[in-house]
């Protein structure tokens, strides 16, 4: 088995070039190819931490070939690259499993969201907001330890993004996205022994003390390209399964069904979504709402990313 390397799988040369030095900052061999047949050829004989697949070869014909291979070869992490002519495909390429990471892009590809993903990959540094906010941002925190404080805090947020310049919309999609992450944590985190979730059926407008692991942690910043909205529980019971299944439903309603209520509205009011899972330890999700464009330039759907803490 050779070196650790990334493998590019794109029919476009000039987007593999692209990629291809983007992903060269890593320090790792960056291998390129055409197709799906030559890109199982190369996992034979390289160890990948990253494969990145172009949309159209994701969702063709032969991709539950090229990812059976993948999975034999220890391949964990998969990113599809999607333009917005593309977008109308994103229902499908959610229905995918093995597909862990969809980066929405405008042309050329977004260089940082690119850079962060394969280094948190590699480093096995998974955790933190400011990975994805310009050096020196700020980051405010707020321990949260009663689920009736939700409201106060959301409203602190969107009077605080207003208050930095931002549009009314920016401020009431971080709204949003903040009472939802807030939402699912404090309700659907909790697990017993069993694996059963302690406060799933709990209506959401009474007084739950949170102490000691039940505290759910609210960090937020804006860098002048994203406002960030990072929440985190300590029980780690968020699943990449349920979080994939979240995402693929195109009825955004909360249903009271338990894990992942709400996960599928907060992709849809933020331009990207991240998931930094540590098994039984510990769930992070991270909402970034992109405050440079207007609505009309905005992408028409949402990139997210799903890594999983690795044990040395």
């Known amino acids: 088995m050779g070196d650790a390397s990334i493998l590019i799988v794109h029919p476009d040369r000039k987007t593999q070039r692209t990629v291809q030095r983007i992903l060269g900052v890593t320090g790792h061999r960056v291998d390129m190819s055409d197709d799906l047949e030559q890109g199982i050829r190369l996992m034979q004989h390289n160890a990948p931490v990253l494969v990145v697949v172009d949309s159209t070869a994701a969702l063709s014909p032969h991709a539950d070939a090229f990812f059976r291979a993948a999975e034999s070869h220890g391949v964990t992490s998969i990113m599809t690259l ?95 996205v903040a009472d939802e992450l807030i939402s699912n944590a404090v309700h659907n985190a909790a697990v017993d022994a069993n694996g059963t979730h302690l406060r799933k059926d709990m209506p959401r407008d009474i007084d739950i003390p949170l102490e000691g692991r039940d505290s759910v942690r609210l960090r937020w910043g804006c860098d002048a390209r994203y406002v960030a909205i990072e929440v985190s529980d300590q029980y780690g019971s968020l699943k990449r399964e349920t979080i994939l299944a979240s995402l693929s439903k195109q009825d955004v309603r909360d249903t009271g069904g338990g894990a992942g209520m709400g996960i599928s509205l907060a992709y849809r009011s933020c331009d990207h979504l991240v998931f930094n899972l540590a098994p039984g330890k510990r769930t992070e999700i991270i909402a970034l709402v992109d405050v440079r464009y207007p609505p009309t330039e905005r992408m028409p759907a ?7 803490e690795k044990l040395s």
């Open 82 to 176: 999607i333009g917005a002519a593309a977008a109308d495909h994103v229902p499908k390429i959610l229905g995918l499993g093995a597909v862990t990471n969809l980066l929405v892009h405008p042309m050329p590809v977004l260089a940082e969201e690119l850079t962060v993903t394969a280094q948190k990959l590699i480093r096995r540094d998974i955790f933190g907001a400011e990975k994805y906010l310009l050096w020196g941002t700020e980051l405010n925190e707020r321990t949260i330890t009663r689920s009736t404080q939700r409201a106060h805090i959301v409203q602190e947020i969107s009077d605080a993004v207003r208050g930095r310049g931002q549009s009314a919309r920016v401020a009431s999609m971080a709204m949003l």
């Open 302 to 308: 949402s990139s997210y990313n799903v890594f999983v």
